[in-house]
């Protein structure tokens, strides 16, 4: 028996699911067997892709502007927890997943290498943790961080003139 939830999705609706054979994708056997189905809910996919997303050395961080706002706002409140997922959405097949991620990155970063890198780690890590071909991962900067933005002491910059 599997346990599911509402957003989790299954190969009879998947757009994602083009192998009719299990054992055919490498990686991917254990999730339908002889004995039994694994169902991967969306929210864990999505939090596995946040995760390492942040494990980039480059990223600021993870989400557009208003999802960052909204979650600066719940981590603020006592006892609320980080949302790992902000900032990434999944579609979830039965042998397949495909990752979006929206991403603020670091001044000075080259985005092409950034890319890159999240691709081939958000890639590894939804792999080996769920067994789910990973058919594509889209990234959106939405902005660059400059750190002078953390700098502002509320000081009035010095005169240019004198």
Do not use: C, W
């Not at 927890?81 to 900032?87: A, D, E, M, T, Y």
């Not at 991403?103 to 958000?122: E, F, M």
């Amino acid at each position: 028996m599997t346990a599911s939830t509402g957003s989790t999705t299954s190969a009879a609706n998947s757009t994602l699911d083009k192998s009719t054979n299990a054992s055919s994708s490498e990686g991917t056997g254990a999730l339908v067997a002889s004995d039994g189905r694994t169902t991967i809910a969306d929210v864990v996919v999505s939090k596995i892709a946040g995760i390492a997303t942040r494990e980039v050395n480059g990223v600021h961080a993870v989400g557009g502007g208003a999802t960052r706002a909204i979650g600066a706002l719940r981590e603020r409140i006592p006892g609320a927890r980080v949302n790992h997922s902000q900032g990434v959405s999944v579609e979830v097949g039965e042998r397949q997943a495909a990752v979006d991620i929206d991403i603020v990155a670091d001044y000075g970063v080259s985005i092409a290498d950034l890319a890159a890198g999240i691709r081939r780690n958000v890639i590894d890590a939804v792999e080996r943790m769920t067994g789910l071909e990973v058919t594509e991962v889209n990234i959106t900067v939405h902005d660059v961080y400059l750190f002078e933005e953390d700098n502002d002491d509320d000081e009035p910059a010095p005169a240019r003139v004198r």
